[in-house]
C-alpha cells in the first residue's frame, strides 16, 4: 500500500507556544489529505480536510484559528496548533487519499502525540 | 451527512472463536466501505476494503459482507489469534470523481485471550 510519514511523531512543547506537524504521502500525489484527533482508547475525531491549493474545511467545534492547516503541494499538508495549551495534548494523525484510476484508497501517518506542559 | 453506527464498542473472544464486528450507515450514496485496524500507539492500517458493487469478499481468516438495501455492513475475522487485538474502525465513504467523503465508526476493540 501507499506510504504517509508524519513528522515528528512526538514533540513536547511549553503552555503558549506554536507546534507544526508535517504530513507526506512518499510516493503518490494526494489532493485530499485529512487531520483527525484521538484521545486514548476512543475514536478518530475529523478536524478538518484540506485540498491542495485550497483552505480547509474545518469540522464543527475546530477552531480554524487556532488549528492552521496548510496543504501547499500534492504530497505535503502540515498542522500548526497555535498557542497551544494543555488540553491540545492529544495523539493527532494524518491521512491521505490516494486516487488510482477511478479507486480512492484511504492510508494514514503513524500519528504525533504532542504533549503541552 | 452520513452516519455511521458500530457494534459491539469491546469484544473479548478465546483464541480460535470467531470475531463479528457490524457497522450500519444512513446515506445511500456511500459507496465504499474500508475496515482498519489499530493497534495501541500505531496508525490504523487497511486491513480490507469492499465497494458497493459487490456483497462480500474475503482475505484469508477476513471477510467482510456488504448489504446494500439494508446499509449494513460486517467483518468478520475466523479462528482469531492473540495478534488480532487491536481497535477496528469501519468507514462509509461517498467516493465519485473528485469527491471522497469518509465517515468512520467509533472503533471496537477487540481482545482475543490465549
Known amino acids: 500500500g501507499a506510504v504517509v510519514s508524519q513528522h515528528p511523531s512526538w514533540v513536547i512543547c511549553k503552555s503558549g507556544t506554536s507546534v507544526k506537524i508535517e504530513c507526506r504521502s512518499l510516493d503518490f500525489q494526494a489532493t485530499t489529505m485529512f487531520w483527525y484527533r484521538q484521545f486514548p482508547k476512543q475514536s478518530l475525531m475529523l478536524m478538518a480536510t484540506s485540498n491542495e491549493g485550497s483552505k480547509a474545511t474545518y469540522e464543527q467545534g475546530v477552531e480554524k484559528d487556532k488549528f492552521l492547516i496548510n496543504h501547499a503541494s500534492l504530497t505535503l499538508s502540515t498542522l500548526t496548533v497555535t498557542s497551544a495549551h494543555p488540553e491540545d495534548s492529544s495523539f493527532y494523525i494524518c491521512s491521505a487519499r490516494s486516487r488510482q484510476g477511478s479507486t480512492d484508497t484511504q492510508y494514514f501517518g503513524p500519528g504525533t502525540r504532542l504533549t503541552v506542559l | 451527512g452520513e452516519n455511521v453506527e458500530q457494534h459491539p464498542s469491546t469484544l473479548s473472544v478465546q483464541e480460535g472463536d470467531s470475531a463479528v464486528i457490524k457497522c450500519t450507515y444512513s446515506?445511500?450514496?456511500?459507496?465504499?466501505f474500508p475496515w482498519y485496524k489499530q493497534e495501541l500507539g500505531k496508525r490504523p492500517q487497511l486491513i480490507i476494503d469492499?465497494?458497493?458493487?459487490?456483497g462480500e469478499k474475503k482475505d484469508q481468516r477476513i471477510a467482510v459482507t456488504l448489504n446494500k438495501t439494508a446499509k449494513h455492513f460486517s467483518l468478520h475475522i475466523t479462528e482469531t489469534q492473540p495478534e488480532d487485538s487491536a481497535v477496528y474502525f469501519c468507514?462509509?465513504?461517498?467516493?465519485?470523481?473528485?469527491?471522497?467523503?469518509?465517515?468512520f465508526g467509533r472503533g471496537t476493540s477487540l481482545i482475543v485471550h490465549p
Open positions: 469492499i465497494r458497493s458493487n459487490v
Open positions: 468507514a462509509a465513504i461517498f467516493t465519485s470523481g473528485g469527491s471522497y467523503i469518509p465517515t
Open positions: 446515506d445511500s450514496a456511500s459507496n465504499y
